[in-house]
């Protein structure tokens, strides 16, 4: 089936310098990029990718974390495209837990635990369908994205927007 996923390579493996051997070992799936962007995380923004786990006890953390507080503050975010994406990249990745990820998966040789006992675990990756889409919206606007995933709109806006000073 073809999917969609969200991977976040996050604050650790970006201040890690990683980029470049997680994006290889996710090349493994021969799936396709589709969006790529660099994002200085906002609370909000953090807040809402993990608003499942607000109940839990290191959710601050957990938030500071995504945000880059511990690290560099930015993340970098991917769609990955194709056939069952959601399992094959979970698959590299590995468990969420590092210490109990398989060690040559993602999170098995690049993941630590922090004293304060966060998952350091240098990449996300959309669980199943329902939360590829949701976190697909939250990260991505559909023109940043070359495939048509979801269903779109067009709306009139007159708002305010930054340019280049000069320029061709
Ligand atoms: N996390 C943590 N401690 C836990 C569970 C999760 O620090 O006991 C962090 C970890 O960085 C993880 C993120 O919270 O990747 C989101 O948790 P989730 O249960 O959604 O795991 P994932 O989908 O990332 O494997
Ligand atoms: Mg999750």
């Known amino acids: 089936m073809i999917q969609q996923t969200l991977v976040l390579i996050k604050p650790d493996g970006l201040k890690k ?38 109940d839990k006890p290191f959710f601050e953390d957990l938030i500071k974390y995504i945000m880059g507080e511990y690290h560099k503050k930015k993340v970098m975010a991917l769609v990955y495209w194709g056939d069952d994406a959601i399992e094959k990249v979970r698959k590299i990745c590995g468990a969420t837990n590092p210490e109990e990820a398989d060690s040559i998966s993602i999170r098995g040789a690049y993941g630590r635990i922090t004293t304060k006992g966060v998952y350091e675990n240098a990449i996300h990756a959309s669980a199943n369908m329902a939360d590829a889409e949701r976190e697909i919206k939250l990260w991505f606007g559909p023109d940043e994205i070359i495939e048509d995933i979801y269903p779109t709109k067009t709306v009139k806006t007159a708002c305010e927007k930054r340019v280049w000073e000069k320029g061709a």
Request: glycine residues 2%.
């Open 17 to 54: 310098s990683l980029t470049g051997n997680i994006l290889t070992r996710l090349s493994e799936t021969k799936l396709d990029i589709v969006a790529a962007r660099i994002v200085q995380v906002s609370r909000k923004l953090a807040e809402e990718h993990y608003i499942a786990l607000k």
